[in-house]
């Protein structure tokens, strides 16, 4: 189909909300292709990834039948992210080259599954090379974790870290691949506010029973995480041990951003934009950090990305700027 087949459509969303989308022409109907940002959404029909990764991304979905709820929110959240990645870092997709952007939904990792067709995770595959959502029982039926933004977000910058530093996914290294995700999953999801003192900080809201999150930037210890080195958290390099807490330290760096993109001045201005630390952030992770760095590797990445980025401006403010990210990092006692 040519980028003139593709129109714009309506549905709502797993969260009820109206979105609109684009979608290309096919035989008999439409497909979930975005050509303009190459984004296409997949259905496995709650096959495992993990034992028939080979059948990935699955059947491509169209309409008729009618739009899905979890296919709106997967293919519509995912386009956001890819606008995101074009616009504010100038990063086409996450390949950089233009590649496709591929979502799958309705998956169940069985050995993981709560009950049928259910499996409450979501990964990067860098197998497949694209993301892979299961889904939760909520009293009004399943709801894919692809509903929330944060976790879209969360997933496509696992993939963007995959082609970049390529960050190992144990101990520190996958502590900082987890956190670099959370970091963009809240840039992203509060994009248009630019007073961060007054954003959503919680990722992965109104998915799990009771509609809590799997983790909050602001307060890491809401959801058992450290928020200061003092209490970084050694544990084995296994699935058990979280991999060496991937998801459990990966806090302390979380809570080093929220102190960055809430810095204030002595008028009590914030001294960075959302854009300015998300373009530091993303220059350290794409052209600073590799495999094995560490919690202090980021730090120093972060300072010299920002010396680079802020180069232009005059000395003061300079490292006015520079400051706001090492005063943070001090603040969790990541120190160089």
């Not at 899905?68 to 890819?82: G, K, L």
């Not at 497949?128 to 879209?152: C, F, I, K, P, T």
Request: aromatic share 8%; charged share 20%.
């Amino acid at each position: 189909a040519s980028a003139a087949l593709s129109v714009d459509h309506t549905a709502l969303d797993g969260f009820g909300v109206e979105r609109t989308f684009r979608a290309a022409a096919s035989p008999g109907g439409y497909v979930l292709r975005d050509e303009h940002r190459n984004v296409e959404t997949y259905d496995f029909g709650f096959g495992d990834p993990s034992v028939d990764e080979d059948l990935l991304p699955g059947a491509l979905i169209a309409s008729p039948p009618d739009w899905t709820p979890e296919a709106v929110s997967a293919h519509a959240n995912a386009v956001a992210v890819a606008d995101f990645l074009n616009d504010v870092l100038l990063r086409n997709n996450i390949d950089d080259e233009g590649g496709a952007l591929v979502s799958t939904i309705n998956c169940v990792v069985e050995s993981d599954s709560p009950g049928p067709q259910q499996w409450v995770n979501a990964f990067w595959s860098p197998v497949s090379r694209q993301m892979v959502y299961g889904q939760v029982m909520h009293e009004d039926g399943l709801r894919s974790l692809s509903a929330n933004l944060d976790v879209v977000a969360h997933e496509i910058f696992h993939g963007v870290t995959d082609v970049t530093a390529r960050l190992e996914y144990a101990n520190q290294p996958g502590a900082l691949n987890e956190s670099y995700s959370d970091i963009f999953g809240i840039v992203i999801t509060n994009l248009g506010n630019d007073d961060p003192r007054t954003w959503d900080w919680q990722l992965g809201e109104r998915l799990l029973p009771g509609n809590v999150p799997f983790r909050d930037l602001e307060d890491p210890t809401r959801h058992n995480q450290p928020a200061h080195m003092d209490d970084f958290m050694v544990l084995p390099n296994t699935q058990a041990g979280d991999w060496g807490g991937v998801h459990i330290n990966s806090g302390i760096h979380n809570k080093a951003a929220h102190l960055m993109l809430t810095a204030e001045d002595a008028d009590g201005d914030l001294v960075l934009t959302p854009s300015e630390v998300a373009a530091v952030l993303y220059l350290a992770l794409s052209q600073r950090l590799s495999m094995t760095s560490q919690f202090s590797d980021s730090r120093r990445a972060v300072v010299a990305s920002a010396r680079t980025y802020f180069r232009g401006l005059p000395s003061d403010q300079l490292e006015a700027k520079v400051a706001a990210f090492t005063d943070a990092f001090d603040a969790v006692g990541i120190t160089d």
